[in-house]
C-alpha cells in the first residue's frame, strides 16, 4: 500500500479491531508531520488517536427507540455527501470511517457509489466490515481491500507469495502451468482461503490502474468474487483450486469472441 486510494474497506474479524486498523490508515491520510507517515506526534495524528479530530467521522448504526440497531440507511449517506462537500476544518482533508458498512442497505450502497468513485477533493472512506461479501459488488470494485490477518495482527506474507504465484501464472497464460500450480498447492487450510482469495483481489484492483488488460483482469476479479461467495458456503479448498484452474483464463472460444 504504497499511494493511498481515496476508498477502502478494511475487513478484519470484529469491529474493534478494524475501527483500530480505519483509525491506523486515517492517521496516515491526514498525518501532517513531516517523515514518515502517521508520525504519532503532529496535532493531527494525536487527535485521531484520541477520537477528537474534527475532520474525521465515525458513521454508524443508530439504535432506533427500542434500543435495537437499525441498518444504515439512504438519509445517511446523503448526510455524510452533503458534509463531505464542506472543505475540512483543519486537516489537509476528511475522514469518514463507515463501521459495520455491510449494514448500509441497498439504497444506501446505491447512493454512496459515486461518492466513493469520485469524492471530493481530500475526501477519503473507510468502510470497516467483518464480511465484506455482504457489501454489493459494485461498492467491492470502487475499494481497495485491506485484510487484517488478525490472530498476529498482521499481514501473513506467504499468503501474499501465494497470490503473487496464482498472478504470475494467470499473466503468463499458460494453461498447463497453471494447471500445476492449482494442483500444487490445492493443501492450502481452508482457514486460510479467504486471505489468500481477498489478497489476489486486492492485488488485482491495485492493478487495474496501472494496465492495459482491464478486461480480462476485471473478469478474473469476479472469478475471484465468485470464489469468494463459494467459500462462505463451505466449498473445499480443492474445489476452488479447480475452478481457478478451469476458469482463470479464457478459453479458446472466448478469446475469438474477443478478437
Ligand atoms: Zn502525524
Same mark, same amino acid.
Given at each position: 500500500?504504497?499511494?493511498?486510494?481515496?476508498?477502502?474497506?478494511?475487513?478484519?474479524?470484529?469491529? &474493534?479491531?478494524?475501527?483500530?486498523?480505519?483509525?491506523?490508515?486515517?492517521?496516515?491520510?491526514?498525518?501532517?508531520?513531516?517523515?514518515?507517515?502517521?508520525?504519532?506526534?503532529?496535532?493531527?495524528?494525536?487527535?485521531?488517536?484520541?477520537?477528537?479530530?474534527?475532520?474525521?467521522?465515525?458513521?454508524?448504526?443508530?439504535?432506533?427507540?427500542?434500543?435495537?440497531?437499525?441498518?444504515? &440507511?439512504?438519509?445517511?449517506?446523503? &448526510?455524510?455527501?452533503?458534509?463531505?462537500?464542506? *472543505?475540512?476544518?483543519?486537516?489537509?482533508?476528511?475522514?469518514?470511517?463507515?463501521?459495520?458498512?455491510?449494514?448500509?442497505?441497498?439504497?444506501?450502497?446505491?447512493?454512496?457509489?459515486?461518492?466513493?468513485?469520485?469524492?471530493?477533493?481530500?475526501?477519503?472512506?473507510?468502510?470497516?466490515?467483518?464480511?465484506?461479501?455482504?457489501?454489493?459488488?459494485?461498492?467491492?470494485?470502487?475499494?481497495?481491500?485491506?485484510?487484517?490477518?488478525?490472530?498476529?495482527?498482521?499481514?501473513?506474507?506467504?499468503?501474499?507469495?501465494?497470490?503473487?504465484?496464482?498472478? @504470475?501464472?494467470?499473466?503468463?497464460?499458460?494453461?498447463?502451468?497453471?494447471?500445476?500450480?492449482?494442483?500444487?498447492?490445492?493443501?492450502?487450510?481452508?482457514?486460510?482461503?479467504?486471505?489468500?482469495?481477498?489478497?489476489?483481489?486486492?492485488?488485482?484492483?491495485?492493478?487495474?490502474?496501472? @494496465?492495459?488488460?482491464?478486461?480480462?483482469?476485471?473478469?478474473?476479479?469476479?472469478?475471484?468474487?465468485?470464489?469468494?461467495?463459494? &467459500?462462505?458456503?463451505?466449498?473445499?479448498?480443492?474445489?476452488?483450486?479447480? *475452478?481457478?484452474?478451469?476458469?482463470?483464463?479464457? @478459453?479458446?472460444?472466448?478469446?475469438?469472441?474477443?478478437?
Amino acid at each position: 500500500m504504497d499511494k493511498l486510494s481515496h476508498a477502502y474497506i478494511v475487513s478484519s474479524v470484529s469491529a &474493534q479491531l478494524s475501527r483500530k486498523k480505519a483509525l491506523e490508515l486515517a492517521s496516515r491520510m491526514l498525518c501532517s508531520g513531516t517523515g514518515e507517515k502517521p508520525c504519532g506526534a503532529c496535532r493531527d495524528c494525536k487527535k485521531i488517536a484520541a477520537g477528537v479530530h474534527p475532520d474525521v467521522s465515525v458513521v454508524s448504526r443508530l439504535a432506533d427507540d427500542g434500543g435495537k440497531k437499525r441498518d444504515i &440507511q439512504v438519509d445517511r449517506i446523503r &448526510q455524510m455527501s452533503a458534509d463531505a462537500a464542506i *472543505l475540512p476544518n483543519e486537516a489537509s482533508g476528511k475522514v469518514y470511517i463507515i463501521e459495520e458498512a455491510e449494514t448500509m442497505n441497498e439504497s444506501a450502497q446505491n447512493a454512496a457509489l459515486k461518492l466513493f468513485e469520485e469524492p471530493p477533493r481530500g475526501v477519503s472512506f473507510i468502510l470497516c466490515t467483518e464480511n465484506p461479501e455482504k457489501l454489493l459488488p459494485t461498492v467491492r470494485s470502487r475499494c481497495a481491500l485491506l485484510h487484517c490477518n488478525c490472530e498476529e495482527d498482521k499481514f501473513d506474507e506467504s499468503i501474499s507469495a501465494l497470490a503473487d504465484g496464482y498472478i @504470475t501464472r494467470v499473466l503468463d497464460g499458460n494453461r498447463a502451468r497453471l494447471f500445476e500450480w492449482t494442483t500444487e498447492n490445492s493443501e492450502l487450510e481452508a482457514r486460510k482461503l479467504p486471505d489468500f482469495l481477498n489478497c489476489v483481489k486486492d492485488k488485482l484492483v491495485q492493478m487495474l490502474r496501472y @494496465t492495459d488488460a482491464k478486461a480480462s483482469i476485471m473478469e478474473n476479479i469476479r472469478l475471484i468474487d465468485r470464489c469468494l461467495e463459494y &467459500q462462505t458456503v463451505n466449498t473445499s479448498v480443492k474445489h476452488i483450486f479447480g *475452478l481457478l484452474a478451469v476458469r482463470s483464463l479464457p @478459453t479458446k472460444e472466448m478469446r475469438k469472441k474477443v478478437d
